[in-house]
């Protein structure tokens, strides 16, 4: 099926915000490794992962937790537990 992160170009923005200013760049679709196509079923395979693993509360208590896990780190929700930032 055609990308949808790219819709077939193979590529895609991103915006980087760095000192306060905003800046955008174009690089190669990271979902479908610059081809404009992916697996239809291992598409909807990752979005359900990245749903479960990312947080969608609004984090309304504004609280978070940092962790360490098998070398990676960040900032977990404290609201729903789900990942809020990493690195």
């Known amino acids: ?17 760095e000192g306060g200013k905003k800046n955008e760049c174009k690089i190669g679709c990271i979902d ?3 081809t404009g196509e992916v697996d239809e079923a ?19 208590s504004g609280d ?8 990676s780190h960040g900032w977990n929700c404290a609201d729903c537990g789900k990942v809020i930032q990493v690195g």
């Not at 947080?55 to 309304?60: A, K, L, Q």
């Open 1 to 17: 099926m055609i990308c949808p992160s790219c819709k077939g170009t193979g590529k895609m923005k991103i915006i980087v915000y």
């Open 32 to 34: 479908c490794n610059k």
């Open 42 to 60: 291992a598409w909807k395979a990752r979005k359900k992962a990245e749903k479960e693993f990312w947080c969608s509360c609004g984090n309304p």
């Open 64 to 71: 978070a937790h940092y962790y360490e896990h098998g070398g």
